[in-house]
């Protein structure tokens, strides 16, 4: 749950603040397909990881799987960046949509050499950002738990679970606009 909390929290930070998300979800072309969840959930977790060990390392013990295998965990899913950057960077796109046109198209025209660092530097900043002391013990055990799944099972169980749980709840809104399934 604090994993999937982070990666509603990487949408939050993708939209660039400032309501953009309730922009995105009120413009039907800005709906994130599952796909594009998947995409984005597969090219964040190295990110998502890095934060979360970064964030947590005071607080845990320097025996325990972040210390002892973390990195390489982190690794297996940073190995698969460029098979998911095409269609993360399309909801990012989509995420990072504004009312100012010339902020969106500086966006798009952005060569992926500097997009890519940004998002990632975002993410990891963010997700450490956002874990508080208490809850370290807890990720650090769901990421033990996903450990010895392949990245690709663990990218998709985590955007099944984002799917299936963002939903509006006490008037409040979606975390991600993500786009709804056609009946």
């Known amino acids: ?28 072309d800005s709906c994130l397909s599952e796909a594009e969840v998947g995409g984005l959930v597969g090219y964040a977790l190295p990110y998502v990881i890095d934060g ?8 845990l013990s320097p025996t325990g799987f972040f210390a002892t295998r973390g990195s390489a965990f982190a690794g297996q899913y940073a190995a698969r960046k460029d098979v998911n950057w095409p269609v993360a960077k399309n909801a990012f796109l989509k995420l990072g ?11 798009r025209a952005l060569p992926d050499s500097a997009l890519q ?37 663990t990218a998709e169980l985590i955007t099944f679970v984002v ?3 963002d939903k ?11 786009c709804k399934a056609a009946n």
């Open 117 to 153: 660092p940004f998002v990632e530097a975002m993410v990891s900043e963010l997700v450490g950002g956002e874990i508080k002391p208490g809850q370290c013990t807890a990720i650090e055990r769901g990421v033990r738990i996903l450990s010895p799944l392949p990245a690709e099972n």
């Open 163 to 165: 799917v299936l749980a």
């Open 52 to 59: 979360a060990m970064k964030a947590c390392k005071p607080h």
């Open 168 to 178: 509006p709840k006490n008037g409040k809104p979606a975390s991600l606009p993500i």
């Open 97 to 107: 949509g504004t009312k100012d046109a010339s902020i969106s198209s500086t966006l």
């Open 1 to 28: 749950m604090v994993l999937s909390r982070s990666v509603f929290a990487l949408g939050a930070a993708l939209a660039l603040s400032q309501g953009q998300l309730a922009h995105a979800a009120a413009n039907a």
